[in-house]
Structures are given as structure tokens and as C-alpha cells.
């Protein structure tokens, strides 16, 4: 990843994705994925994640300073309303 910016975007989307389907997997391997790329390549520690009608706010410490990050619904749940909308295009392997 070259930014921040875009690994809270792929880390966020994908745990929304694990999160809606816990039985999943590769989801749920995917999200760890992303988790480590923050924490071992940003350096990034205590991720919390709040959800409004609009947006996401990620609140995150890095270089021991609280910092935010916000997304829009629209733009996170993208892949889950995909997921959803055509549940046999994206099979659940559970282990």
C-alpha cells in the first residue's frame, strides 16, 4: 500500500464485509490482511470504527497521536451490497 488513505479504505470495506458474514473465511483472512499491512507498514494501533447515516470515522493512533479518518457508507459498502446482490457470484467457504 502507498497510502494510509488507501489501506483504512481496503481495511474498512473488507471488515464490513467480514463482519455482515462471519462464517466467511477468506473474508475474515483478507480483513487480517489488511489489519497487519496498518499495523506493521503505518504503524497504526487502536483502530475503533464508528458508523453514521453517512459516514464512517475510523479514530486510530499512530506516532502516539489520536488521528481520524472518514469514509462515506456509499463508498465502503459497496462490495457487501455487491455480495449481496448477487450471492451466487460470491460463494461463503467457510472452514
Known sequence: MKSLQDALYN????????????DDQAARETESFFAEILKNDFQITNLHITKDKA????????DDQ????????????VMLEQINSEPEKYANYPT
Request: aromatic share 12%.
Open 11 to 22: 481495511w474498512l470495506t473488507i471488515k464490513v464485509v467480514a463482519d455482515a458474514r462471519p
Open 55 to 62: 459516514m464512517y470515522l475510523i479514530t486510530f493512533e499512530k
Open 66 to 77: 489520536q488521528k481520524t479518518a472518514r469514509f462515506p457508507v456509499e463508498l465502503i459498502e
